[in-house]
T-cell receptor
Framework: DSGVTQTPKHLITATGQRVTLRCSPR?????VYWYQQSLDQGLQFLIQ???????AKGNILERFSAQQFPDLHSELNLSSLELGDSALYFC?????????????FGPGTRLTVL | AQKVTQAQTEISVVEKEDVTLDCVYE???????LFWYKQPPSGELVFLIR??????QNEISGRYSWNFQKSTSSFNFTITASQVVDSAVYFC???????????FGTGTRLTVIP
């Protein structure tokens, strides 16, 4: 158990809908990352927050947004969902920002868009 | 731009055999970090090791060992006396010093046959 929690574990929804994925980092970790794992794109970095502020952006679509709250939990919002958004979404956390930090991953949220 | 290549898509070995998973990386940075993660069938990503670019010392942890060679830009992972529980997808990842995210390879699926 990495100490990172994600809810829900599974999510099934329809095209055009909006969903929110939630992540709680390990105790003491200030940095939260979101990754998407799909069959065609592999594991891709989406976005990072550090202590409430956006720190880095990867291949995140404009239909997706995220935020980190004062208690350091983070939410990833996916809107106008398309079939291709079906994937496993991981949250990871680390103590600080920066490439040297080990990132510990949550169990993931499996999103299925029908 | 960074790149991580895991040329072996799938490997099957018989239990107790040794197996080496290859990872070749590209980066223009002189300071970078390399990681290995394990993704068992349950889906979570488990951190295995981090190595920084200035430390080419090989590392051994139980049945796991890692060989980092800057001259060939490789960071290979060997499992000695493989066990069925080692069956998983293994990802090699790179993080550059100025970046915050992990850049993953496409993974190698290891199946250990009893």
């Amino acid at each position: 158990d990495s100490g990172v929690t994600q809810t829900p574990k599974h999510l099934i929804t329809a095209t055009g809908q909006r969903v929110t994925l939630r992540c709680s980092p390990r105790s003491g970790d200030l940095s939260v990352y979101w990754y998407q794992q799909s069959l065609d794109q592999g594991l891709q970095f989406l976005i990072q927050y550090y202590n409430g502020e956006e720190r880095a952006k990867g291949n995140i679509l404009e239909r997706f947004s995220a935020q980190q709250f004062p208690d350091l939990h983070s939410e990833l919002n996916l809107s106008s969902l398309e079939l291709g958004d079906s994937a496993l979404y991981f949250c990871a956390s680390s103590v600080l920002a920066g490439g040297l930090n080990e990132q510990f991953f949550g169990p993931g949220t499996r999103l299925t868009v029908l | 731009a960074q790149k991580v290549t895991q040329a072996q898509t799938e490997i099957s070995v018989v239990e107790k055999e040794d197996v080496t998973l290859d990872c070749v990386y590209e980066t223009r940075d002189t300071t970078y970090y390399l990681f290995w993660y394990k993704q068992p069938p349950s889906g979570e990503l488990v951190f295995l090791i981090r190595r920084n670019s200035f430390d080419e010392q090989n590392e051994i942890s139980g049945r796991y060992s890692w060989n980092f060679q800057k001259s060939t830009s490789s960071f290979n992972f060997t499992i000695t006396a493989s066990q069925v529980v080692d069956s998983a997808v293994y990802f090699c990842a790179l993080s550059e010093a100025g970046a915050n995210n992990l850049f993953f390879g496409t993974g190698t699926r290891l199946t250990v046959i009893p």
